[in-house]
């Protein structure tokens, strides 16, 4: 990092100095990097591009990113902004700390000094709550909202319906006033979320997270989904978002306008059963129910077997997405069903 002058002029370099390890260099692959949007008073100097290697070998810098305003504090404004909309995935980054630093007051006044770091380490270093403390309703909102779109368009594709809106009236399999259960959950926290569309670009999301049930209303004013990356932008209880979500391999990396966030994907249930109507478990193609392993009224744990089945010569489980109760079972040991066709119903776990 350079230390900024006190002038109209801001500059700091981005390397893969990762602040939690006292800015030791953290070689890897840019798996992913996208760059601020280009403007007359920001530019960037840099040498690498998606998919270099960041050696031990070599200076880990990544790129130097300048800007320059009216005056020092609209300069380093531009700055943070700037560096928000750095996005580097594969390796870790100074990106936050140089955020941080831009908004801290004292350097905003010019009162720098070689004990700066030290004195306002606090500040500049402040505790991750992704993971030690709940995820906002906001993050998870987003998140959910990522997941929903970029899943409709993987079934779009499939079904080469040739349509870029996941919820067309045009479509044989109709989204519109669905309602869509994703699951939400980390190591920390058990969450899942209802999502419906209720009108052409609006949305209600439930968020049930570690029993306790919260409602958003979302109104998506522009998206866009191009290959793994998706791009929203509208309100959440009115008041204004935008995001990027970048899926890469299990991790859904969700770059927001305070932060980033990364969620792991869940494993088999995404897979194996598609997205229905909330509480519907289903499987996208023929099949035969092999075995049922549970019960009407049966309190079951995410990750529990509820069927097995064959399709194709292959057999395959439905397992609980959360914990809950099976309130419906559809389909016997030993009876076919067609694709798309519920399953089993199942309900949360109601807190007592």
Request: net charge negative; charged share 25%.
């Amino acid at each position: 990092m350079r230390r900024t002058p006190p002038s109209r002029d801001s500059h700091s370099s981005t390397g893969s100095n990762p602040f939690l390890s006292n800015f030791l260099p953290d070689p890897g692959t840019l798996s992913y990097l996208s760059t601020p949007r280009s403007e007359a008073n920001v530019r960037i100097d840099t040498g690498v591009q998606q998919g270099d290697e960041i050696s031990m070998f070599y200076d880990p810098m990544i790129a130097k990113l300048v800007v320059w305003n009216r005056d020092r504090q609209s300069a380093l404004d531009l700055l943070a902004k700037a560096l928000r909309e750095y996005h580097i995935i594969g390796l870790n980054t100074n990106t936050e700390f140089l955020i941080n630093l831009a908004r801290h007051p004292s350097f905003a006044s010019g009162d720098v000094h070689t004990g700066f770091i030290a004195q306002h380490h606090n500040e500049l270093f402040p505790e991750s709550s992704a993971g030690a403390e709940s995820l906002s309703q906001s993050i998870l909102a987003q998140t959910a909202l990522a997941l929903l779109l970029r899943q409709q368009e993987i079934n779009l594709k499939k079904k080469n319906a040739g349509n870029s809106d996941p919820f067309s009236e045009s479509l044989p399999l109709r989204f519109m006033f669905a309602s869509f259960f994703i699951d939400l959950s980390t190591e920390n926290q058990n969450t899942h979320a209802r999502v419906a569309k209720t009108s052409n670009s609006s949305y209600s999301l439930t968020l049930v997270s570690n029993g306790d049930e919260s409602q958003v209303d979302a109104n998506l004013t522009d998206w866009s989904i191009r290959d793994n990356v998706v791009q929203l932008s509208g309100s959440l209880n009115g008041d204004p978002f935008q995001c990027k979500a970048v899926f890469i391999g299990d991790t859904l990396h969700l770059f927001y306008e305070d932060g980033r966030y990364e969620h792991k994907l869940v494993p088999s249930f995404a897979r194996e059963t598609k997205e229905t109507a909330f509480g519907d478990l289903t499987f996208d193609s023929f099949g035969k129910v092999v075995e049922v392993y549970c019960a009407e009224k049966d309190e079951v744990k995410r990750g529990d077997i509820l069927l097995a089945i064959e399709s194709m010569k292959q057999e395959h489980r439905i397992v609980a997405p959360y914990d809950g109760v099976i309130t419906e079972i559809f389909y016997a040991s030993g009876e076919q069903f067609p694709p798309d066709t519920p399953l089993i119903a199942m309900e949360p776990k109601k807190r007592d």
